[in-house]
């Protein structure tokens, strides 16, 4: 779970860039698009398998 605290005089705006920048960093919106919806496991081979033979982008 990510969490920020809030420092003295901060304003919401640079808290909420610190927030959304620490959750992009522990990859939480790209899991959480990940599970949106189900994925088939053959799919999700094929899936890995192209990203490994790209350069594992």
């Known amino acids: 779970m990510a969490e920020i605290r809030l420092g003295e005089n901060e304003s919401i705006d640079s808290a909420l860039r610190r927030f959304k920048k620490k959750i992009q ?3 939480i919106l790209s899991e959480v698009k990940r599970r949106e919806r189900y994925e088939k496991p053959s799919l999700r081979r094929k899936r ?3 990203v490994a ?3 594992g982008r």
């Open 53 to 55: 033979r790209r350069g």
């Open 48 to 50: 890995k398998a192209e």
């Open 25 to 27: 960093k522990a990859g």
